[in-house]
């Protein structure tokens, strides 16, 4: 959730960028932040194509996709 305002306050700003999130999708499973990101994104249809969940990663496709990027984040709260 931390992640995704960041990316909603940048997006606007850096037109070229996007986000591709790596993993489950919703790993503490919380329900809000999902009813969130979706509300958000009803408001902001043009971010919509730009923030990906990518889903889990087989290791081959994870090390292709720490390749792929430009900037690298491993949110965590502790």
Do not use: M, W
Request: with cysteine.
């Amino acid at each position: 959730d931390v992640l995704l305002d960041a990316a909603y306050r940048l997006l606007p700003r850096h037109p070229a960028a996007e986000l591709v999130l790596v993993g489950r999708r919703n790993p503490a499973g919380n329900e809000a932040f999902l009813a969130k990101h979706e509300a958000f994104l009803a408001e902001h249809p043009d971010l919509a194509g730009r923030i990906t969940f990518a889903g889990e990663a087989a290791d081959d496709d994870l090390q292709q996709a720490y390749a792929d990027c430009d900037v690298f984040v491993l949110p965590s709260r502790y």
